[in-house]
């Protein structure tokens, strides 16, 4: 049986969230835990295993959605700008940009109701408020580098308000646009697919006892995209090989609002130039490893200045809380091991040539998708997840957590650390992933 670091877990993510430690990182910051529509929560990263010519990138947004939270019930916001970045010569600065920009229409002002009757298609004229999206690839930087226009307005799926309004929900169309160039893409509501036991937050949970999924139950709004390797790989090929240098690519998302908001009675205004308020790669980074007086800042800053943050890496604080608390031995500072986990990628796996510290989501294009998973991913002995990039049912608390107290064989003397039994006891999400594109389960319905 695994040992129950009851939320030291979530802690250990914490402390090397910054490097980029793995867990989820939901309002993480005073500023965000304030606006939850620009709140990216987990960041996902992987080749498709049902097209393996092809990469998948997901962000999921707004967090702890209860599925009965109506009559407004959770949608992207059309102020706020959803972008995600890619990275493929090792540089951290983005190469390529995804771009998410929302409208929303309503029908009927003179109704409270979002929709009217039963809503059976995503043009139904029966759902009363519609969300709309374009989509948009900029290569270079994402303010001024080359924009491509890759859709006209695409529909939102509604949120599954209940089994009066959107019965069969799975059926209801999905929202699954195909785009020229083999581009996949979505945006809506999922299940929330990060599973974790959060009585870390009760002064560590230590002692409590309980062991459940603290996310079962809510939803997320998902950003994702399906896309040929190609489109992604530096010179515009299909990596050849593991040790393609172009295979390698670092992966995050951000949100960013316009600098000006003006109020006036029952209106507002959005103006000026746009400002990051949200990023995220590899999560929990700012949740537990960032003090609270950074770590609004640190949603603003570009991957160039994580290396402000070194000393959080080389000298994390969760391996002192776990000898402190539970007389858990891990390898003395400095814990180059993490840097090199966590911010630069594994040599020989998933690290660029020449690469620059930032904390990015890395991923290896050129290794295939396993043909069984292994939730611990590298951990667990299958390369192709986590932290070679990020699939979506990896237990990335549980593997940064390990990793955190050397469980490694990048950690020096690591046979001294056989710290491989470390976890929360929650090895499995609350509902099932699907198969196919977006991954992420079908979301849970309002009035159940």
Do not use: C
Not at 303 to 326: G, W, Y
Not at 411 to 416: L, Q, V
């Amino acid at each position: 049986m695994r040992t129950r670091i009851l939320g030291l877990s979530a802690i250990f993510v914490v402390a090397l969230a910054l490097m980029p430690g793995q867990a989820s990182s939901h309002r993480e910051a005073p500023l965000l835990a304030q606006d939850p529509m620009a709140d990216n929560t987990d960041v996902y990263a992987f080749v498709s295993p049902d097209a393996a010519d092809t990469v998948t990138l997901i962000a999921n947004f707004i967090p702890f959605q209860k599925p009965d939270g109506g009559p407004n019930f959770y949608s992207f916001d059309p102020n706020v700008v959803y972008e995600i970045h890619v990275d493929n010569n090792g540089d951290a600065i983005e190469d390529i940009t995804y771009q998410w920009r929302f409208t929303t229409e309503v029908r009927n002002a003179a109704t409270f109701l979002y929709n009217t009757g039963t809503v059976t298609s995503l043009d139904d004229p029966d759902l009363n408020v519609r969300q709309f999206y374009r989509l948009t690839r900029i290569d270079g930087p994402r303010r001024t580098g080359t924009v491509t226009e890759l859709s006209g307005r695409l529909p939102v799926p509604p949120p599954n308000i209940g089994p009066r309004s959107t019965p069969n929900y799975g059926a209801l169309g999905g929202g699954i646009q195909s785009l020229p160039g083999n581009v996949t893409v979505f945006a809506g509501q999922r299940d929330e697919g990060f599973y974790v036991d959060l009585g870390v937050f009760d002064l560590l949970g230590v002692g409590s006892g309980a062991v459940e999924d603290s996310t079962a139950g809510f939803n997320v709004s998902t950003l994702a995209i399906r896309v040929p390797k190609s489109a992604l790989a530096r010179g515009g090929a299909t990596p050849a090989s593991a040790a393609d240098p172009n295979a390698i690519i670092g992966v995050w998302s951000t949100a960013s609002r316009f600098a000006t908001r003006t109020l006036s009675p029952g209106a507002q205004t959005h103006s000026g130039a746009l400002v990051q308020v949200s990023r995220l790669g590899n999560p929990l980074v700012n949740e537990a490893v960032i003090d609270l007086a950074r770590k609004d800042v640190f949603n603003a800053i570009e991957p160039t200045s994580d290396a402000a943050a070194l000393d959080r890496v080389t000298d994390p604080e969760v391996p002192k809380l776990l000898k402190l608390i539970f007389n858990v031995d891990s390898p003395a500072a400095p814990r180059n091991d993490l840097v090199t986990i966590f911010l630069t990628g594994i040599a020989g796996l998933n690290q660029p040539a020449n690469v620059r510290p930032a904390e990015l989501l890395r991923l290896n294009m050129a290794i295939p998708p396993s043909t069984s998973p292994n939730r611990m991913g590298v951990l667990g002995g299958d390369v192709a997840g986590f932290p070679n990039g990020r699939r979506v049912g990896d237990d990335v608390l549980d593997i940064v957590l390990q990793a955190a107290a050397g469980a490694t064989p990048l950690t020096p003397a690591f046979s001294r650390f056989p710290n491989n039994s470390l976890g929360d006891n929650v090895g499995a999400n609350d509902v099932p992933y699907l198969t196919s594109f977006p991954y992420l389960g079908i979301p849970h319905p309002g009035n159940r």
